[in-house]
């Protein structure tokens, strides 16, 4: 009997395919998955190949499949959130963490489930992640950091120490991040920006030094105008 533990990627997009890519580079390195196919809830999609994978199906192919491996390949914080939430309530589910071979995680750096470590990221020591967080190209995470769940750090982003990423945040590619510079639930900061001061909960913030340019509606399951950073125990 085979070794190899069944996997399905939820989504059908560019994000999927990345997800699916380090899946079968860890496979390159070592026999891990049996990548079953793809699940997407268009109808649309089902059947089709893509990336040389079948859309089995939507959710409701989780009814036959219990106890399967199931890692979420969408980009965005909110939509992944909402997706998880949904899935864990009505199916039975693994969510595997999914580490890229050529990733560093170094010691005592805690990784929550359905977290994704793309290639030549770097998660130096003395950290803690979340669940269904994304760590994208080359992006680094340091000592002290503490990153909520559905927290998506976009390629080349660098996190100094001691930084609070609360629930949501999305880093754009290439953005910096100071030591000590907090950033509040669901705010999103643009590409290339360089964060040198706190930023409030759900606003987006662009430039060098990072400033808010725009309030955004909190997602309807956001707890309600909570201080920064006292999401995280
Ligand atoms: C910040 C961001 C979310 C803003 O998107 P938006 O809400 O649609 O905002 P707009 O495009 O309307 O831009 C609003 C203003 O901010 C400026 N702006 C947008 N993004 C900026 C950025 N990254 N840096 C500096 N200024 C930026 C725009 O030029 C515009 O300025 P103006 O009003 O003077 O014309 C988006 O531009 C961004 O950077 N997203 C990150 C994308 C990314 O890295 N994805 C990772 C994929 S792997």
């Known amino acids: 009997m085979s070794d190899l533990k069944n996997i399905v990627i939820f989504g059908s997009g560019g994000w999927a395919r990345e997800v699916l890519g380090i899946?079968?580079?860890?496979?390159?390195?070592?026999?891990?998955?049996?990548?079953?196919g793809l699940l997407d809830d268009d109808p649309k999609q089902h059947?089709?190949?893509?990336?040389?994978?079948?859309?089995?199906?939507?959710?409701d192919w989780l009814y036959e499949h219990p106890g399967i491996n199931l890692v979420i390949g969408i980009g965005s914080s909110i939509t992944r959130k909402q997706i998880a939430e949904r899935l864990m309530v009505q199916f039975d589910i693994v969510f595997p963490i999914i580490i890229h071979p050529l990733a560093y995680v170094g010691p005592r750096v805690s990784l929550g489930e359905g977290s994704v470590l793309h290639a030549y990221s770097?998660?130096?020591?003395?950290?803690?992640?979340?669940?269904?967080?994304?760590?994208?190209?080359?992006?680094?995470?340091?000592?002290?950091?503490?990153?909520?769940?559905?927290?998506?750090?976009?390629?080349?982003?660098?996190?100094?120490?001691?930084?609070?990423?609360?629930?949501?945040?999305e880093l754009g590619t290439g953005t910096d991040v100071i030591q000590g510079a907090n950033i509040g639930s669901y705010s999103i900061v643009g590409a290339g920006s360089v964060v040198v001061k706190p930023i409030e909960a759900c606003c987006v913030a662009v430039g060098a030094p990072a400033k808010p340019i725009k309030r955004l509606a909190p997602p309807?399951?956001?707890?309600?105008?909570?201080?920064?950073?006292?999401e995280l125990s």
Do not use: K
């Not at 309807?220 to 006292?230: D, Q, Y």
């Open 220 to 230: 309807m399951f956001a707890p309600a105008a909570v201080p920064l950073g006292s």
């Open 122 to 169: 770097v998660a130096t020591v003395d950290l803690q992640m979340g669940r269904h967080n994304l760590l994208n190209v080359g992006a680094m995470v340091s000592h002290g950091n503490r990153i909520a769940d559905y927290v998506s750090i976009h390629p080349h982003c660098n996190v100094s120490g001691d930084v609070t990423l609360c629930e949501g945040v």
């Open 23 to 36: 899946v079968e580079m860890i496979n390159r390195q070592s026999a891990t998955w049996n990548i079953l």
């Open 47 to 59: 059947g089709s190949v893509i990336a040389g994978q079948t859309v089995l199906g939507g959710s």
